[in-house]
């Protein structure tokens, strides 16, 4: 359908993502243009699911099923409300369907549509029209354009608000102790609760708070949770948790002078670690796979995870991202906190993901352990990044130093 495009979607692009703005693209093609009825292509079905506007595959087939929602054809000095119908046909598989009532007032076909949308509403440009065009960039388009860029900081504004005044009230004293504290302490002081989910926690902005320094012990990583991301064990063959740490673990002496069977250890790329273990990208397969290989020399097949996976718990998770540092003190053997800086960021370089495994900039790390029950319990498989390399992975992240 694109292919018959009028105009030229690469033209576009640049402006779209100068701005910040999710957009799919449509193209009438002149059958679907005839009968008014419009494909409604995958970025646009991930358009009206992170606006929370629509969600085709909740949608029940059949006409008594449609929904509507509110649109806006723009126009080069103002703009005409209509209507988007979202429907799901009986015949066939039910492939996703959408139109504009009154498009025909509005395009040829053929003609390049950009679909937005904001505060739940649908908004159409005829990329086409050169009239349009060039509102978007001096006139009244422009300013809508602004007003849904503005629209879209607004609660980044007001997350950072909170974080400022959480700072010029000086140290909070921590609700949980250990490393888990400065992320429970701030999403308290917030007002958020816990969140066990894969979702972002702040009204669709993902918290990630840690020390810029840690007390009582060596500091040996600064690294920061990304996601957590267990293996493909269904495509690993045979491999599990369980025969993971039976394998690959070692007996560690605790705090307490107890013994715990333990397998606590970072894995790079091609680089392997105390236990053997290391990773390899698998480009053509599109998998990230663990091996170990020892004094033999011999690598062995540990276990693996899809890239279209991980791709999609980034994109899932970091979305947009408050990245916050804390400064930790100790007072009678309580720790307390002051959130001192944060690192914005948005929209990352999916696509980097793998190569930025093979460079080692991400890493992923093995913490498990069995125990006195018999039971083994892990921390999820971290897949984790060092704060000076996030520039690497999203574009032109913003900083704030109170």
Known sequence: MLKMSDAAIKDFLPFF??????????????NGYQKSIMDATMPLRELLREANIHNFAEQRQGPEYKELVKTYFLTADGMIETAASLYRPIT??????????????YCVPCNLLAILANKGNLYVLNLSDKKIVKSMNFGFISEVIQQFIDDGNAVANELLKKIQDLHNSGFLESI????????????????????????????GIELKASRTSTYNKPKTSNRVNLFTQVPDWKNSRGMN???????????????????RFDLNCTLRANVPNPQGLFLEVDIENDLLVSYCTKDDAIKRYVAQWNFLLLRQRLLEKHKETFWVKATSKME???????????????????????QLIEEGVI???????????????????????FPKDLDLLFPEPKTYEF
């Open 17 to 30: 993502a100068n701005a910040g703005l999710e957009v799919a693209f449509l193209v009438p093609t002149p």
């Open 92 to 105: 066939k598989q039910g492939d996703p369907r959408i139109w504009f009532y009154d498009l025909k007032r």
């Open 176 to 203: 949980t102790a250990g490393d888990p504290g400065v992320g429970d302490t701030l999403e308290y002081a917030l007002g958020i609760a816990r969140n066990p989910s894969k979702l972002p926690d702040y009204k």
């Open 241 to 259: 948790r369980v025969k993971l740490l039976d394998t690959y673990g070692y007996w560690k002496t605790q705090e307490d002078g107890s013994q």
């Open 332 to 354: 009678n053997g309580q720790e307390y906190f002051r959130y001192d800086k944060v690192v914005h960021t948005k929209n990352p370089n999916a696509s980097l993901f793998p």
């Open 363 to 385: 890493t992923v790390d093995y913490i498990m352990h069995r125990e006195e029950n018999g039971t083994v319990r892990d921390h999820g498989f971290p897949f984790k990044i």
